[in-house]
């Protein structure tokens, strides 16, 4: 695979770099004419993005222009075998560049990623709004990305999605980039979650001439980090992100110290938060929580439990969807071995929450019939067994 050198062209109100890509369509990304000045003239972004394409069909990469040597050193090295204990079906390749130069200077800049999520607020929390965050760690602009979160045709969405968002931006005093990609089109054979890290680390490298560190969102508390075979490339971040950091565009996995619930408390009683968004319903309509889908039913529960929900009400959640379904949530909570449940189960012992015995009750009717369905499931499909079976004599 072979991308050549990057090019930069304006178009409308964006500026797009874009790269030629062999018997591919070309990779481009854009940001707001506004905003071109953070575009570097490396091309680290491009190797970090085609990285996983390539090793998926097995393919040695080219990668026109500059690449820095740290980042080239761990692309045929660490990051690939990284990459390989986590997605078997990943082959190892040799990646090349036009040419290879020491680290630029590092910008001053800090991004942080803002889908208005619970992630992205307690990133904020800790390194804008603390009284004690670090000067050289404080959030300087915050990016929203289209790597393909919003799904193949995910255009109209990725727009409605983000005119709160500039909004709230605005009110923080921080600059919005939008960074507009079809990275996801390079990603046919790869999900959106197994490859997640790598399309939006490659983000702060091709804003290289003004950022200079990315806070990436830990969707991962660290008693879940591990390598496994999910796929989820998130549950490795902290391993990761130091690979795809250079001595001038650096890359951490923020607050990987705190567990969702922690993350939820951490916007009880900031004004801020009113612009928080959880829902996966993804009507490009929908203009607040569905206060339904389960991971807004997640956050209203913790809210709950905390004695704050109402604060959140009728702003951001709303409480009549949330109260219908609340008996068959909890029952879902107090019946799951997931990590988030199992959060929520741990919260509720911390401050001596008491489930009601219906809730037990419903939660044992709940595994019951999970079990008599995987059984069922699993008698459905040995009638096909037999005849294997059969005919190897068993
Ligand atoms: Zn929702």
């Not at 009683?269 to 389960?294: F, H, I, K, M, W």
């Not at 009549?320 to 799951?336: C, G, K, N, Q, T």
Request: proline share 6%.
């Amino acid at each position: 695979m072979v991308a050549q050198t990057p090019r930069v062209e304006r178009e409308d109100d964006r500026v797009r770099v874009v790269s030629e890509v062999s018997g591919r369509r070309p990779l481009w990304f854009s940001v707001e004419g506004r905003h071109a000045e953070l575009l570097g003239d490396r091309a680290d972004h491009v190797a970090i993005g085609l990285l996983m394409p390539a090793m998926k069909e097995g393919r040695d990469l080219h990668v026109g222009g500059t690449v820095t040597d740290s980042l080239l050193h761990q692309a045929n090295g660490d990051l690939q075998l990284l990459l390989r204990l986590i997605h078997p079906g990943l082959h190892p390749i040799r990646v090349t560049a036009g040419a290879v130069e020491v680290p630029a200077a590092r910008a001053a800049g800090v991004a942080s990623g803002f889908s208005g999520g619970v992630d992205s607020f307690a990133t904020l929390a800790e390194y804008l709004w603390a009284d004690d965050a670090p000067a050289s760690l404080r959030v300087t602009h915050l990016l929203n990305n289209n790597v393909g979160a919003h799904g193949h045709e995910g255009e109209a969405l990725w727009r409605a999605r983000r005119a709160p968002l500039a909004e709230a931006a605005a009110e923080f005093g921080l600059p919005f980039v939008t960074v507009d990609s079809n990275l996801d089109e390079h990603y046919p054979r790869i999900g959106f979650i197994q490859s997640v890290t790598m399309r939006n680390a490659a983000v702060p490298h091709l804003l290289g001439a003004g950022i200079g560190h990315l806070h990436l969102a830990s969707a991962i508390p660290f008693s879940f980090v591990r390598i496994d075979s999910s796929g989820e490339i998130a549950r490795f971040d902290p391993f990761l992100v130091p690979l795809l950091s250079t001595s001038a565009v650096t890359v951490s996995s923020a607050n990987s110290g705190l567990t969702r619930v922690q993350k939820t408390l951490s916007l009880i009683g900031r004004p801020e938060s009113r612009y928080l968004d959880v829902c996966t319903d993804d009507d490009p309509a929908r203009t607040r929580n569905c206060s339904q889908c389960p991971k807004c039913m997640r956050a209203m529960l913790t809210l709950e439990m905390a004695g704050h929900l109402q604060d959140f009400c009728p702003r951001t959640f709303s409480l009549a969807p949330y109260l219908e379904r609340r008996d068959a949530f909890i029952a879902s909570v107090l019946a799951s071995d997931g990590p988030y449940p199992r959060e929520i189960r741990d919260y509720a012992k911390q401050i001596g929450w008491h489930w009601r015995a219906s809730d037990h009750r419903r939660a044992a009717a709940l595994r019951a019939r999970e079990t008599a369905s995987g059984m069922a499931h699993r008698a459905a499909s040995l009638p096909a067994l037999r005849p294997l079976r059969k005919a190897l004599g068993r």
